[in-house]
Structures are given as C-alpha cells and as structure tokens.
C-alpha cells in the first residue's frame, strides 16, 4: 500500500523519486483499484505533466523516416483518442473495447501499457500495428522502443516513464475481443495486422507471431473465463477471419 | 497536504492524507450521495462526480489528484424541492426506484444534455455504459432523456409515459410521480448508511477459509488488545439459540440451524468471528490476530457429491421438531455425531433426512401419469440445470443498531421489518416492544434482503456492548456470505399426441440449499407451484428434494424457484413440440389454463401445508401469447424446421431465432401472509397512513397513497407514508412473494375505506344529516346530497380534535385471504447466434404481462425491464464459480459477470395486457417476480430456433453454443 504520493512538475522530476518502490499514477482506474496488483511505496503523479499530453501527426525518423505516425501523449485518455480525427480508427476501435465511458475518461494509454495485463483492451492491436513508445529512464535519457521490444524485456522497461505512443498512421489493423459482458476482462482479444498476428490471452499471456499456426507453442490454459479447447477455438477461427478483412 | 478544489462552486481546503480516496474526502464534506457499490472496483458508478466537467468514478481518484479541481458531485443539481429537469424526467420515467445510484445518473444525463442537447440513442447508451442498474432495466433511462429534451423544449412532455388505465379513477392506473422520488434523485439522506452517528463503532467479519471444519478453538487475545477494539464475539462466548436467517411467516417452513456462531464452519467465508472497534482499522487489524484452530473436514459442493453413499454430512447433529415429530426420532440421533455440528430443530416436518443431507422434500401427483406416458405419441425427457447466482443489489448488506432508552434501535435495509425485529428478539433474549426496527430506503433487495443476513449480528453486537454498531457487507461478503440463487437441476418429462396437446407432465426439482436452509422448501416448491398451473393438463407429478452442501449459503431470490422450474417446463414442451411437429405457439394456446380452470395440481403445494384447489381467476396469459407472436413476428416452428432442411445454401454466420414462454407467478401467499395499515385523519384534513408494508424502492409507498388518495377523494400531496416502521405502524409479513401491492395495498385500502366511513360518520353527527345522503367529494370534503353543505376534512377533524369532539379518525385494516390473483404474461425474444464464435445477442425481447390493474403503471414498466435484464444476465452471463476448496472466484463485478446498458436488447418493449382483477386493490396483481421468469426458456427456446441446438444449463455461453455444435470437444 502506497505511503507516499509525489506529484512530480517535470519529466525529471518524475524519474528522480528517490524511491526504490514506485509507480506513476496517472489515469488511476489501474492503480487505484480495489484489487489492484500495483504495490509501491511512492506513487508519482504524472498528470501535471505538459509533455505527457496532446495527439498530433509527425514524420517518422531512421528507419521509419518513409512513415507518418500519430503520436499520443502518455496521459492521453481513451475517451481523447477516441475523440480525435487524426488517432486512426483501428486505435479507436481498441480504444472501444473499454466499455464504461466514465472510465474510459480516467483511463491513459500509456497506463494500459504499463499495466501489461493478458486481459489488455491495447496490447494486441498495439502489437500488430508496430507502434513504438517513447520512453525516457533517467539513465539513458529519451529513447524509441517498438511495442514488441518493450513486450519482451517488460520486466526493463517496466519502470521507464512512457512519453508518448507513436501510432503508424496508415497500418491496417483487424480486431476481435471476446468476453463474458462487455464490461468483463477479455478472455482473447486478438488483432491481425499485414505482417503479423497479435493475441492477448486472458491468464495465459500476450503473443505475437507472424503465422497463425505459430500458436501451437501456445499452452491455452482452462480456467473460469474458459477452457483451453475454447480459447484456442476461437484463435483459430477469428484470425482467417480478420486476415480476410485486413486484405479488403 | 492541502488539497485546494472547488466543490459544487465553492472552493474547499482540506488538510488531509493526498493517498485518500476522493470519494472519503467527499464525504468529509457532506457529500454523502457520492455513494459506493463495490468498494472501489471501478464498475457501478455510484461514485460517479465530475472533476473539471468529466464524469469519472470518485473511488478511483485520490484527493491528491484533484488538487486545484474543480469537482461536481449529484447532490449539487437539485434539492428535493427544487428538482432540476432531468431529475424530474427520471422521476416522471419511472427509474427512480431503488435508486442507490439515481444522483450519479443524474449527473450524467444532466452532463450530457448539457454537451448535447439532443442526444442520440447511441449517445445516451455511451453516457450511461459506466453505470450498473440493476431495478429499472436501462429502458426508461432513454425515456427519461426524452422526456428532459421536451420539458426544455416545450415547456411540457409530448411522449406518453406510459399507457393509462381505469379512466373512471384519478390516481390509480395513472404516470404519477413516485412520492419519495424527490429524496431519491436529489441524493438526500435516506439510506441506512445516511443515519450512522459518528460515535459508532464498526463491525467486521471473520470469516472461515475452509468449506467444512470444526472449531477447535479461537484465541482472540491479541486481537482483543488492539486500541480501540471494544469486543470481539465467537461461538464461545455468544447465545446457543438456533434460529434460520430466513425472513418467512412464523412458524417457518425452513429449519433452525445455526447460531450467531456455529463450532462448525460450513462453507467459505462462513462466520467464526466478529470484531466491533471504534474504527473500521482497528476492526480489520484485530481480526487478523484472531488465532483459530480448525479441524478441516470433507465437504460436498454438489447436489450429486450430497447424495451419493458415504457423503459427508453438512449436519451431523441431532434434529428435534418442534411439532410433528417423527416416531423414531430418538433413535434417528443416536447416530449423530460431534456435539459441534449443534443441532437442526424443524418448526413441522419437512419430510427432511439431514443424515442423507436433505434438508426438505416433497412429492404430489394428479391423475395417471404413468398411464399417460404409456399412451402417449411423444416423449420428451430432459434434465435442466441452473447456475449459482447472486442478487447483485448496488447497495449491499448494511446495518446500524444502537440502544437508547433501555431499546434497541435497528436500521435496516431490510423488505422485512418485523420478521427482523422478531429474530433479533430472539438472539438478544429482548421482547419485542424493546426493539426498534426502521427500514430506511433499500437500495436493492430482489430477495437477498428477505434474508436477516446481518441485522442479527449487528443488533447483537449493539445490545452485546451498548455501543452503536455498524456494519456493511464488503462486495466480496455479498458473494461468499450471503444468500443466492439456489443452483437447481430440473429433470422433465414431458409427454403428447400428435395433436399437440400434452398429456403428462413429471417433474424432479434436486435444489442446492448450500449449508443452510433459507427457503430450503419454498423455493423449490416454488419450481413446481409456479409452473405446473400453467398447464391444462391432467397427469402431472413432482418430486422434490433439497440438499445441504457447502457452497455459498442460498436462500430467497426474486421469483424463488419459480425461473429455474419454468426453464425446464418450457424447454421441454418446444423440444416436444418440435418432436410431434407441432408449432410451438399452437401448441402453448392448446394447453394453457384460462379463467375457470380448477387447479387439482395445488392440493400439494403449500409452503409445507396442504395447498389450495382454486380455479383460474383473471388471466391475460391468452392475450399475451398471441399479441407477443403478432409482435415479434412468429413463425410456424415446424414449417421453419422443413424449411431449414430444404435449403442446401450455406447460411450466414449470424442466426437469427424466435423463441417465447409462459410466465405466471403468485400475488402474496394466501392463508400466510397478513398486513396492516393504519390510516390517520390529521387535524388540517391530511391524512398519515402508517403501513406495515415494506416500500423497497418498487413504489409501494406510493400505492398505498395513492388508494388512499382515490378512496378519499384527497390530494396526492395531502396523504404521507410512514412505512416498514416497526413502533409505528401495525404488523406485515413483509415485501416479498409479489405481495406488496396485493397484501399491503388491500390493507391500506381497508384501512382508508374504514377511514371514510369514519369521515362520514363524523360528518354525519356535524352535519346532524343522516349518513345515506353524506358522500366524500375532492379535494377532501363530504357534501350533503340533500342540501348542498360541503364540509372539507380539516373542518371535521378540527372539531373531531377539539376540547368537545369526538376524538381523531384513525382507522385500523388488515388483509388476509385464501384468494389467489395470479399474474400471467408471455416472453418473447429474438436472438442472433454465430455459430462459428458461439456469440449469442438478444436483438429483441418483448414482456408481455397481465398486472391487473397496473396502480404505478411506469414503475411498473421499469420494474418488468429490470426483472427482465436481471434474467437476461442469469441465463447468459452471471454464475459464481467455486474452485476445488469451495472458494468463489469471481467474486467481484467485473469478473462475475452482470449485464450492463450494452448487453440490453436493442428492442426491448415491457407492455402491461389489461385484466382486471377481483381480488387485488382496485384490480391490481403483482409485476416483478414474475418478470424474472420468461428469459432463460425465450431465449433458449431461440437459441434452438435459430440453429437447432438445445442447451439446457445456465448460463448460456458461447462456449456452451460451440461445443452442443459440436465445434469443439
């Protein structure tokens, strides 16, 4: 339980807590949850942050220098880019799946992403689209990082403050979310894209491969949102089908 | 840290911790209607405020955040005198019924409007999807819009509120605003947590992690040392009287057995201990050190585990009977076993074996049924099973007891007041007249709070310490310690000609009663007595039987057993129909009952008494089939069938089925329930009605006012309701059984009659003019038919109070019958199903019901809607899992599951068949249990409509879809 709340006035301020046990608390539909599994001693406000904020269209660099992408401030909310004309509708539509517009208004997207639940209303779609976050440690300054690298050394990243998510404006991404009600934690939301296919399993884990059969290395595992058998069913047929909308 | 904002326009400073949540510093500043449903989760959105013009949940924010916010809370739009729009239009549209979160939705519509002025349907929902209604269905919130749009617009409403009826009366059958939907809407004080002084204490609950373990022992020293703890209880040091948590008729047909505390834990989250601290920290801390030493048992979570040979027995210990007690009793317990599974004492048999874990049964037949099946042209045998289900109610289980003046005072979200005061009488050894019962507002109940689940620790606590007391079920405690739907499996056989008429009917009910038994034989009875009479058929049986286990207690749910009972009726007789090639709906108008019908089938089913043969009385269930099929656009079952196999097309993903069932249910439970009422002629002419009944936010206060206000010829606003007040007003058995309108409205309307004849008596001596020539005439007066004189009532009841009158009119009614009014309709629901996701949605559900005479005929909508949602949600989404250990895992409202505004049918029509009634107040019937009924076998019966399938378990899943088609394994 936290002890200590910090509301940090800059970027700098923020990464220089001082506290080994720490977390940024922005949105706080994560954090301040009952039942939440966030567990630190400091929590460090972000909300004031100017950087952390606003959508825009900017020109990508290095390897993406050929591309447009979206970029979302960290505190962006869901409601905010489901809001915007510029945020590409296959993010909105990731954005929808969050069905309480109450929270959808507490929500930030980078809170979403640090919370790296198997249950993610983002992950899959953020996967399969190639996004990449900017991200900034106060060791190694500011930096990029594609979705699929911050995926696979969380447990690096995870404490690194997120500055924005940087959305490829033309990708074209297809999704599916599957759950009891739609106010229930998603038991898969899979998002399929040209090159690859993302899936967020709920208590199994978030995936990415570039074939659908690739998820026979997948172990499903049963439990009280359903069996194994089930969810690897429904992998199974939803991606033909999403495949089949990405080509239209 | 200072926290500068600005609440409600004023700016507020507060020196407080920025880790609290924004909710609790709300609070601190009296904004008590920012209210909590399930403890900071995120879902409900009781807790809904605007900070800086957002609607986002207060629990979820920390008082740090808002530092230099401004913060809109929904007590801040309108006092209950001064009512804004909107809150009118909720009002006026019938959704402010229990209300525990109407301000929050207020708010939120207020914000909207205020952002769109004229909002789509699509806007509405959107606004509206962080918000949990469980009462009024969702329906009438787009209504209430409409309605606000108008009044803006206009200056009045265009929309018609709901149909009229009885146009001869003025109130009854009329949109007329709740009476205490002001105080609702506007978020004044009004529940049970609105009345807890700040010197009370709070009481927590420790509660057992084992499904089946005795009590060794329990050291509560450590606990006990904690600042500020003033007494911690266990069954060591606490009464050994036996007593059952069901709020039922004295003698109660469900056994006592259990204690305050019981050496024997019987199902997780169980009571083994109470701590009551000056704060809820030092509660919480005390129970931690709270050393128990537990001998683990073997448990039974199934009805199958409970019966089997050799199945550990929930109740080992002896049984006594307080009437009728078996011949070899004595011998029967001396096999009982360890002095700490105490004992079980039957108030009368209940044809019971607690050695065999059944703790009630029974079984009746008419005619041949045997002979039946023999002749029969088709059989259809099925065995149904239902899920463990919880009521959800946004205000969970709370109480506030004190002592003052040598009394004990109960606050109560209670639908039964004095079944509450007589069971706390009994576990404080206080008489009656010491206890104080008053049932605040409810904010939900839907049959969890029949059940005396805390009060009776509560008061306990209270009288045990003289301290006040206070103590609020966690959402986590709603789950695992409170009552539930029963689980059920109901076998059917079902059999007929080629005709289509059903010849035979047998039915075996086995319900899971969990480790008590609440309800144990009304509920189960009531998947018999609720269905069976549907039925113009000869040959029909039953049998029943309830086992104890150790899931999660269950006990009274609205519509008792009745839902699960019709589950499986109605999904055998469209499996049978479609078996003989009958259509569906010919086959429902050749067998169902009308006006006259005698019901043999009822001679059994009593609630543990012989029952009443009585014929049909009024009876829209006709109507209501063949204006339900007009509507949804019925088609021939058995042509549909032909005509699917005919097609060798690939068909699209999305199928689309049709599917309806009977519903009936009960008006009260004639020759057991009794009410009272009081009715007070003041001395300005108004008139106080003190009714015994329990107004649980379904609007039976304002029945009673207005049949007072129809037989007096009054005002609406001249008539005041003093209710479920157990000093102040005479007895009721309580709100449950689709008996407050019946019951309690006959009562005020005896009351009130005898008033009048009271009034006119008066009159008649004032007047010195002989009665026969004497009328009431509005606005409150008696005019003389032979010269003219009116006289008003403040005139007669001034002189009836003065130093030479005759004393004040107050009339004394009662109602008790061994009539039935029984409530009948017809379900209707279209469903999509993918058969290659199994994803199932209800496009349209149409409920059709006869109400009688419909006395709040928009509250009466909403409550159709809501009882409609709730069963939309049973039969698709909601059940409690167990683990292996008996643990419930989605004890919370996310993962349990419950519908919201965006599983609500996108066509969703509640229309009221008009019959008039013989028995009921002005004609009425009784609304919402009965609603809870059609869901499950509509859509189930859709379901199979639209691709051929027949699930027969609660919930329906897609998971369930794709594996009966044969989809996965």
Same mark, same amino acid.
């Given at each position: 339980m936290a002890e200590n709340f910090i509301v940090a006035k800059t970027v700098e301020e923020a990464l220089a807590t001082g506290s080994s046990s720490f977390a940024f608390l922005s949105g706080g539909t994560e954090i301040n949850r009952f039942g939440s599994p966030v567990d630190a001693e400091t929590l460090v406000c972000i909300q004031k942050l100017k950087e952390l904020e606003g959508i825009s269209v900017i020109n990508g660099t290095g390897d993406y220098a050929e591309e447009k992408f979206v970029r979302l401030g960290a505190n962006t909310t869901f409601q905010q880019a489901i809001d915007s004309e510029i945020v590409p509708e296959y993010f909105r539509t990731a954005c929808r799946f969050m069905s309480s517009r109450t929270k959808r208004n507490m929500a930030t997207l980078a809170g979403n992403v640090a919370a790296f639940r198997d249950d993610s209303y983002l992950w899959a779609m953020l996967l399969a689209s190639g996004a990449i976050f900017e991200i900034e440690d106060s060791d190694n300054g500011r930096c990029g990082v594609t979705a699929l690298e911050y995926a696979e050394n969380f447990s690096n990243y995870g404490k690194d403050l997120i500055i924005a998510l940087l959305i490829p404006g033309d990708a074209v991404v297809a999704q599916k979310r599957y759950a009891n009600t739609a106010a229930s934690h998603a038991v898969l939301t899979i998002a399929v894209s040209r090159s690859c296919i993302a899936v967020a399993v709920k208590d199994t884990g978030i995936f990415i491969m570039k074939k659908a059969s690739e998820i026979s290395r997948v172990e499903f595992k049963d439990d009280m949102f359903g069996s194994a058998?089930?969810?690897?069913y429904l992998f199974d047929v939803t991606v033909p089908e999403l495949q089949k909308e990405v080509v239209k | 840290m200072m926290i500068k904002c600005k609440i409600n326009g004023q700016n507020r400073c507060f020196d407080v911790n920025p880790l609290m949540k924004l909710r609790d510093m709300l609070l601190l500043n009296g904004n008590f209607a920012v209210r909590d449903s399930d403890d900071g989760e995120g879902f409900c959105g009781s807790d809904t405020v605007l900070v800086d013009n957002l609607p986002v949940y207060a629990n979820l924010m920390l008082a740090?955040?808002?530092?230099?916010?401004?913060?809109?809370?929904?007590?801040?739009?309108?006092?209950?005198?001064?009512? %804004?729009? *909107? &809150? &009118?239009?909720?009002?006026?549209?019938?959704? *402010?019924?229990?209300?525990?979160?109407?301000?929050?939705?207020?708010l939120l519509l207020t914000w909207l409007l205020k952002k769109t002025p004229d909002p789509s349907r699509e806007e509405i929902r959107d606004v509206l999807s962080g918000i949990y209604v469980r009462d009024a269905g969702y329906e009438h919130y787009y209504l209430a819009v409409k309605l606000a749009v108008e009044k803006k617009r206009f200056g009045e409403y265009k929309t018609e509120i709901s149909p009229s009826f009885r146009s001869d009366l003025d109130y009854i059958g009329k949109p007329v605003a709740k009476i205490d939907g002001p105080q609702l809407v506007a978020g004044e004080k009004a529940f049970v947590e609105d009345y807890v002084e700040k010197n009370a204490c709070f009481m927590s609950v420790l509660r057992s992690p084992h499904a089946s373990a005795y009590i060794n022992s329990i050291d509560t020293s450590e606990a006990e040392? $904690?600042?500020?703890v003033v007494a911690v209880f266990t069954a060591f040091n606490t009464p050994e009287t036996y007593y059952m948590q069901a709020g039922q008729g004295n003698p109660e047909p469900s056994p006592y057995d259990r204690r305050l505390f019981n050496m024997k834990v019987r199902h997780v989250g169980d009571r083994v201990a109470a701590v009551v601290a000056e704060n809820p920290e030092a509660a919480e801390k005390a129970k931690e050190l709270i050393k128990v030493d537990y001998e683990v048992l073997p448990a039974v979570f199934t009805v199958e585990e409970a019966m089997a040979d050799g199945a550990p027995v929930v109740h080992n210990g002896t049984v006594e009977y307080r009437s009728g007690a078996p011949e070899n009793l004595d011998e029967y317990n001396k096999t009982a076993g360890d002095l700490r599974e105490g004992k079980v004492i039957y108030q009368f048999p209940l044809r019971a074996d607690v050695k065999k874990n059944i703790a009630a049964s029974n079984k009746g037949s008419i005619g041949n049924v045997e002979k039946a099946f023999r002749k029969a042209d088709a059989i259809v045998e099925r065995t149904y099973q239902t899920s463990?289900?919880?009521?959800?109610?946004?205000?969970p289980h709370v109480c506030y007891a004190k002592t003052e003046g040598g009394?004990? %005072?109960?606050?109560?979200?209670?639908?039964?007041?004095?079944? $509450?005061?007589?069971?706390?009488?009994? $576990?404080?050894?206080l008489s009656e007249n010491k206890i104080h019962v008053i049932k605040t507002r409810v904010g939900g109940g839907y049959g969890s709070k029949q059940d005396i689940l805390i009060e009776d620790l509560t008061a306990y606590a209270a009288f045990a310490t003289g301290r006040p007391v206070y103590c609020r079920n966690t959402r986590e405690e709603e789950f695992i310690a409170n009552s539930t739907r029963h689980p059920m499996r109901v076998h059917v056989k079902m059999a007929g000609k080629k005709n289509g008429k059903i010849t035979a009917i047998h039915m075996e009910v086995c319900a899971n009663t969990g480790p008590y038994g609440n309800h144990c034989l009304t509920v189960p009875m009531n998947s018999c007595s609720k269905t069976l009479p549907l039925f113009k058929c000869k040959n029909m049986s039953y049998d029943l039987k309830v086992y104890y286990t150790n899931t999660p207690p269950a006990g009274a749910y609205q519509g008792y057993g009745t839902p699960k009972g019709n589950f499986g009726l109605m999904m055998a007789m469209a499996e049978l129909a479609d078996k003989l090639g009958v259509d569906y709906r010919k086959m429902a108008l050749k067998n169902h009952v009308d006006t006259g019908y005698m019901l043999e089938i009822l001679k059994g089913l009593g609630e543990g008494r012989d029952g009443n043969v009585v014929p049909v009385g009024s009876c829209g269930l006709d109507e209501a089939i063949r204006k339900g099929c007009d509507m949804i656009g019925w088609e021939d079952t058995a042509k549909k069938k032909k005509k699917r196999r005919k097609k060798g097309t690939p068909e699209p993903e999305w199928k689309i089925g049709k599917g309806f069932a009977m519903v009936m249910q009960g008006s009260g439970l004639p020759g057991l329930d009794h009410s009272e009422a009081i009715a007070k002629l003041e001395t300005d002419g108004s008139v106080i009605l003190h009714s015994g009944g329990a107004d649980i936010g379904t609007g039976l206060d304002t029945i009673s006012a207005k049949i007072a206000a129809e037989e007096l010829k009054l005002p609406l606003d001249k008539i005041s309701v003093v209710s479920g007040d157990t000093d102040s007003c005479a007895f009721d058995t309580g709100a449950y059984a689709s008996s407050g309108t019946f019951f309690s409205g006959n009562a005020t309307w005896d009351a009130v009659k005898k008033l009048r004849v009271m009034i006119l008596q008066e009159a008649s001596v004032q007047m010195n003019e002989s009665i026969k020539h004497l009328s009431v005439v509005a606005p409150g007066a008696v005019k003389s038919h032979k010269t003219g004189r009116v006289i008003s009532f403040a005139e007669l009841s001034h002189t009836a109070c003065s130093g030479s009158g005759r004393g004040q009119m107050i009339a004394h009614g009662n109602f008790v019958t061994e009539a039935s009014s029984v409530p009948y309709g017809a379900h209707f629901a279209q469903v999509a199903v993918n058969t290659r996701t199994g994803e199932i949605k209800v496009q349209k559900f149409y409920a059709l019901q006869d109400a009688g005479t419909p006395i709040n005929p928009e509250l009466a909508l909403c409550q159709m809607y809501g009882a409609v949602m709730k069963s939309i949600g049973h039969t698709l989404y909601e059940d409690m899992k167990l683990d292996a250990s008996g643990r419930c895992?989605?004890?919370?409202? %996310?993962?349990?599951?419950?519908?919201?505004?965006?599983?609500?049918?996108e066509d969703f029509r509640s229309i009221l068949i008009d019959v008039n009634d013989e028995h009921g107040p002005f004609g009425a019937k009784s609304i919402s249990e009965i609603a809870c009924n059609g869901a499950a076998p509509a859509i189930g019966i859709a379901i199979h409509n639209a691709c051929g399938i027949w699930l027969s378990d609660w919930p329906m899943t897609p998971e369930k879809v794709l594996r009966a088609l044969g989809k996965i394994k």
């Open positions: 058998a089930y969810k690897r | 740090g955040e808002v530092d230099g916010c401004a913060i809109r809370t929904p007590d801040a739009l309108g006092s209950s005198k001064k009512l %804004t729009v *909107v &809150q &009118q239009a909720m009002i006026d549209a019938g959704i *402010v019924q229990s209300a525990y979160n109407s301000p929050a939705a207020a040392k $904690v600042e500020g463990q289900i919880q009521h959800a109610p946004l205000e009394r004990l %005072t109960v606050y109560a979200s209670t639908q039964v007041p004095y079944h $509450v005061r007589r069971i706390v009488s009994w $576990v404080t050894g895992i989605n004890a919370n409202m %996310t993962d349990y599951g419950v519908p919201m505004i965006d599983e609500a049918p």
